[in-house]
């Protein structure tokens, strides 16, 4: 059985100015290839600039490859029409005061994409937007509300809410606790964990913060100027990491950390 998500060989490079007249390329990242099947959570972590964010916004369909290929269950995703992919695959960035548009209210914002990407009518609409909300923990009454209405954590749960609502196989998500206090960051992670357990959603995410990886990943991805340097299960990278970045990023999230 082909994996739920299967990424080959893929590369993003950018044209670069370099003189008056010439460009350069400059290689986001690449050549990445990994797997991720149904249920897991892969987490992708690295400093900064070694290419996370292009890559799962690459997965999302939000920057094109420059080479590689995606397959979702053994298809590729370039064959996918956008329907198909938003059904498989939906992203949430990472500041849903910036993504959530502060002129519709909740009720919109979750109405928007079932009205394009399903055959559902009003009431139908209606009754999965009422079960979303309820998913992640947020009453009917906030249908009615405007972003600006909500606080820090609601507009992440709305942001969930809107990737959520077409029950898609796998959630991007990019870096989306930074602007979190940490202990709301727990609460947003716990509530991921909780709508996994239900729905057998996958998570790819782009975090920082190597304690929050440790408790919610089934697997590592460390990326280094573009490249993987170290991936496997979370519990043997965070025992036994094998390259210094990967130990700098686990001591400075991890005071107890030892090695
Ligand atoms: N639109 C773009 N045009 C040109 N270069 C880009 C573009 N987007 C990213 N890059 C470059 O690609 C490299 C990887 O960037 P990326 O944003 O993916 O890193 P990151 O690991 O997510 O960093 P951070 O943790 O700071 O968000 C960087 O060198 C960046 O400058």
Same mark, same amino acid.
């Given at each position: 059985m082909p994996s739920l998500l299967k990424v080959t060989n893929l590369c993003k490079s950018f044209k670069q100015p370099s003189g008056l007249f010439t460009t350069r390329e400059k290689v986001a990242y690449g050549p990445v290839s990994f797997t991720i099947e149904a249920g897991q959570t892969l987490a992708i972590v690295g400093e900064s600039g070694s290419g996370k964010s292009a890559l799962v916004r690459t997965i999302a369909g939000v920057l094109k490859a420059t080479s590689g290929e995606i397959f979702i269950k053994g298809q590729p995703l370039e064959s996918l029409s956008s329907q198909q992919r938003c059904l498989s695959l939906r992203m949430i960035f990472q500041d849903p005061s910036s993504s959530l548009n502060p002129k519709?209210? $909740?009720g919109k914002i979750l109405n928007a994409p079932l009205e394009l990407n399903t055959n559902k009518n009003a009431k139908e609409r209606s009754q999965k937007i009422i079960e979303t909300l309820k998913l992640v923990g947020l009453l009917p009454d906030y249908l009615a509300f405007f972003p600006n209405m909500l606080s820090s954590v609601q507009k992440h749960q709305v942001a969930i809410a809107r990737a959520m609502i077409l029950d898609p196989d796998i959630i991007l998500a990019d870096e989306i606790l930074t602007t979190l206090d940490i202990s709301l960051r727990f609460k947003i992670v716990n509530l991921l964990l909780n709508i996994q357990k239900i729905k057998g959603?996958?998570?790819?995410? $782009?975090a &920082?913060?190597? &304690?929050?990886v440790k408790h919610m990943s089934d697997q590592i991805m460390v990326l280094h100027q573009g490249k993987i340097i170290e991936k496997g299960s979370t519990e043997t990278i965070c025992e036994d990491p094998q390259q210094e970045q990967t130990k700098y990023l686990l001591l400075t999230h991890q005071p107890d950390y030892r090695k």
């Open positions: 519709m209210t $909740v959603t996958s998570y790819i995410f $782009v &920082h913060n190597m &304690h929050l």
